[in-house]
């Protein structure tokens, strides 16, 4: 195995280096559910983590909801994803965070 | 006293012939020169809506106000009975000359060391340079001001031109305390700046032990991002650090002197109790 080849191994399999973050959440719409995004998947992403989590934030607390309901315009259930869709630990807790957790298969 | 009134009617009489034309030239010629001027700023606004570079631009703008101004001298001359010939021999003498002393005294003409739109730090000033002229060069700095920086003081001052560079070197300095678990420290500070997307993958990102200094261990980590997000990387990385070495429990080290006393000297007033 030469140089190349373990690095090859070495940036697979441990910290991986993400190509940008997005923020998910949920919103009622006509009654409905439903999961939206922030930037539009039509749009670049964020590249900065600190400023999407920051982001998030602020979203979540300028449309909190009084749990369990969920009044038009909330957005609940916010977090940080990657580029694949996966979730981001909280860099500030190291945790998976969403701010305003709602259970919405209820 | 006679050659004097002589004069003076001589001026009369070159006044009755000619007057009018002089008047009207010397009329136009102004309103040409602010016609000029006011295309001259035309351009320029246009200028920004097209995908050139600004001192592109600068330059066309440049060739065409002294091109206008050649016409408009032109016309002149001719409105004011100069034969055209001569007045084009004469402009196509001068326009060779000056190529001529362009070209010839070029090398030794001091040059700024970069273009309107780099960003330069020049002495103590970081920013972008907005305009130059022949004496002066106009910086602006990214907390929005606008400095004027006399030409001479560039040219004897050291200039880092970042336009040359677009990819720049950053280093978090990361002092903790000898206590603490050394090769996890190194293990969270270059993960965090692996995984950052704006972090450039090679050349790869280090994480160095500096120097094991009074109180604290020096531990240096470095990597390569884009010149103009530098500055927000470098914050946001010591921020994301900040946390997850206290996540894991590893604290930083503060600067600090700790005195050990042993029984031999300890000051007489604590052993008294």
């Known amino acids: ?106 | 006293m006679e050659g004097f009134s002589v004069k003076i009617a001589q001026i009369e009489s070159t006044m009755s012939l000619y007057g009018r034309e002089w008047v009207i030239a010397f009329a136009a010629f102004v309103f040409g020169l602010i016609l000029i001027k006011w295309i001259n700023k035309g351009l320029k606004r246009a200028g920004t809506k097209v995908p050139i570079s600004p001192a592109k631009g600068a330059t066309i703008r440049n060739v065409i106000t002294v091109l206008m101004a050649a016409l408009l001298i032109t016309s002149v001359a001719i409105y004011l009975g100069v034969a055209p010939r001569p007045v084009m021999r004469f402009l196509i003498i001068l326009t060779l000359a000056a190529i001529g002393m362009i070209m010839v005294f070029r090398p030794l003409i001091p040059t700024l060391p970069f273009k309107v739109g780099n960003t330069i730090m020049a002495g103590d000033l970081l920013g972008k340079v907005e305009a130059t002229s022949l004496l002066n060069t106009r910086l602006k700095t990214f907390d929005g001001k606008t400095v004027f920086v006399p030409n001479r003081k560039i040219l004897d001052d050291i200039v880092i031109n970042y336009h040359f560079t677009p990819t720049r070197r950053f280093e978090l300095k990361i002092n903790i305390l000898y206590d603490q678990d050394l090769m996890k420290a190194k293990q969270i500070l270059e993960t965090i700046m692996v995984e950052d997307p704006r972090v450039h993958p090679t050349p790869r990102p280090i994480v160095y032990l500096m120097s094991l200094n009074k109180g604290y261990v020096e531990l240096s980590g470095r990597g390569w991002a884009d010149n103009l997000k530098r500055f927000v990387i470098t914050r946001e990385l010591l921020e994301k650090i900040k946390l997850r070495f206290d996540q894991e429990g590893i604290t930083l080290a503060m600067p600090q002197m700790q005195v050990h006393y042993t029984s031999k000297n300890m000051p007489q007033s604590h052993t008294e109790g």
Do not use: C
């Open chain 1, 1 to 106: 195995m030469n140089t190349k080849q373990a690095y090859k191994i070495i940036d697979a399999g441990w910290a991986k280096k993400r190509t940008g973050y997005r923020i998910q959440f949920q919103r009622r719409v006509e009654g409905k559910i439903v999961t939206d995004y922030f930037p539009d998947l039509d749009d670049g992403l964020w590249l900065s983590e600190v400023a999407i989590w920051r982001m998030a934030w602020r979203l979540a607390e300028s449309r909190q909801s009084d749990p369990p309901d969920i009044n038009a315009g909330d957005l609940i259930n916010v977090t940080v994803i990657d580029h694949e869709g996966n979730p981001v630990k909280y860099y500030a807790t190291n945790h998976f965070e969403v701010f305003n957790p709602i259970d919405t298969e209820i």
